[in-house]
């Protein structure tokens, strides 16, 4: 079955303790995003990778890192986690190396105390 | 960055009644995608229209994209109540390899 998982799928931890949300896709994409989606300011990207070992920031990168070292796994890191970002994310792949029809990881609900 | 925006914000209707959710967005664009999410889920692809269409329909969904107002409508027609959900419209600019853009949503309440 053609999917995008993401692990976990929920996670509370504390404030400075390092983290990596995974994701990974069995559809061959090149293109990789990461989203955050918060109460009314809809979704807004992290980072996204246009193929292996490229990677460019999105909208809101800052506490973030990322690494598409193969194809199909897009690791979101979180060095040092904060409490604003406790959030709900989302990873997403795509065909193109542009935005075409994405594909929706069923997301992680992250809360950081 | 730019950003589409669905209005209205939040829509109440009947089950059997249309849905009509709108997009606007700021700059050129390739392409515009609506895309659902159902309450804390991954969001889902409903259908893409070109910047040099007009019009599209998939089942009781007819999207219409006017380039010269920067605006796009997503009808939903004889909803149903498994309609609920949130609808986002996103916009994948002409500029270069911009990410897709996504709105803030329509919360979409079909009540049985």
């Known amino acids: 079955e053609a999917q995008v998982t993401q692990n976990p799928r929920y996670l509370i931890t504390v404030t400075g303790k390092k983290l990596t949300v995974t994701c990974s896709q069995n559809?061959?994409?090149?293109?990789m995003s990461w989203y955050r989606q918060d109460p009314g300011l809809g979704l807004r990207q992290i980072y996204y990778s246009m193929n292996v070992e490229v990677t460019d920031k999105g909208d809101v990168p800052e506490g973030y890192k990322v690494s598409r070292k193969e194809k199909r796994n897009f690791p979101l890191i979180l060095e040092s986690p904060s409490p604003n970002q406790t959030s709900l994310y989302f990873c997403a792949s795509s065909v193109q190396g542009n935005p075409d029809t994405q594909y929706f990881g069923p997301g992680t609900r992250l809360t950081v105390l | 960055s730019q950003q589409g925006e669905e209005d209205p914000q939040a829509l109440s209707i009947q089950e059997g009644e249309n849905a009509t959710m709108n997009c606007s967005y700021k700059?050129?664009?390739?392409?515009l995608q609506w895309y659902r999410q159902n309450s804390g889920r991954g969001l889902v692809h409903l259908i893409l229209i070109r910047s040099n269409e007009r019009e599209k329909h998939s089942g009781r969904l007819r999207v219409t994209l006017d380039t010269s107002k920067k605006s796009s409508s997503l009808l939903i027609t004889a909803s149903r109540a498994a309609d609920t959900a949130s609808y986002f419209c996103a916009t994948d600019p002409l500029s270069g390899n911009t990410p897709l853009v996504f709105g803030k949503g329509t919360r979409l309440s079909v009540i049985a």
């Open positions: 700059t050129s664009i390739n392409n």
């Open positions: 559809m061959n994409h090149e293109y």
